[in-house]
């Protein structure tokens, strides 16, 4: 495997339903994101992580839940969505250096619909 | 607070001619710049990362240039192909607290018509 590979690509699930979206990079990077992509609007950065440790959490919704056990693998969990929560969800991971973002790469997203 | 800009929204150009892609931002006070690539219902795809002291970065048929006083950014696409639709975006970044922030565009959906 090359890049960053997310899973699954598509999920369908019910506003009751837990379940959970991984992401794994093979590039070595220090620093993972998740993004969120509605139709009609730009990315908007959900979560960033740094050497597995939280460092952005921008006003996300705490049904999203996400989690970095080392810095290859990130997760997102969800519970409780709502319908407007349907969105392609793309995980992308960097090298941090000198204190900027560094070239970003990009998984090919998880779509995620929820009924 | 940064904000970038993409005109056009939506571009349709025959076969073969050039395309000329911009991305304007507020704050001249960037780290980098990247352009990407997305297929519809696919991920991004990097093109091309130009750092703050650059001025352009070339890979085969693109090349982007950057005017950090003007708050621009261009991509040029030449000899566009069919293969060159997809829509394209540019994220402008910079440094925050240790680590850095990207600002996405809405993006330019360009189709190449045979």
């Known amino acids: 495997e090359t890049g960053v590979t997310q899973t699954p690509r598509h999920l369908v699930m019910g506003m009751t339903n837990k379940k959970s979206l991984k992401c794994e990079q093979h590039l070595g990077h220090n620093a993972m994101y998740w993004y969120k992509q509605s139709a009609k609007k730009p990315l908007e950065l959900m979560f960033v992580y740094s050497l597995e440790e939280r460092v952005e959490n921008n006003s996300v919704p705490s049904r999203f839940s996400p989690e970095c056990p080392n810095s290859s693998h990130l997760f997102l969990h969800l519970h409780t969505l709502q319908p407007e929560d349907s969105a392609l969800y793309l995980c992308a991971s960097s090298q941090l250096t000198g204190g900027g973002t560094g070239e970003l790469f990009f998984g090919e997203g998880s779509r995620l619909t929820v009924l | 607070k940064q904000e970038v800009t993409q005109i056009p929204a939506a571009l349709s150009v025959p076969e073969g001619e050039n395309l000329v892609l911009n991305c304007s931002f507020t704050?001249?006070?960037?780290?980098?710049l990247q352009w990407f690539r997305q297929d519809p219902g696919k991920g991004l795809t990097s093109l091309l990362l130009i750092q703050s002291s650059q001025r352009e970065q070339t890979s085969g048929r693109l090349n982007a240039s950057l005017d950090k006083s003007s708050g621009r950014s261009t991509l040029y696409i030449a000899a566009s192909q069919p293969g060159d639709s997809a829509t394209y975006l540019c994220?402008?970044?910079?440094?925050?607290?240790?680590?850095?922030?990207?600002?996405f565009g809405a993006g330019t959906q360009v189709v190449v018509t045979p």
């Open positions: 994220a402008v970044g910079w440094k925050i607290e240790g680590w850095g922030k990207l600002q």
């Open positions: 704050d001249s006070a960037i780290y980098n």
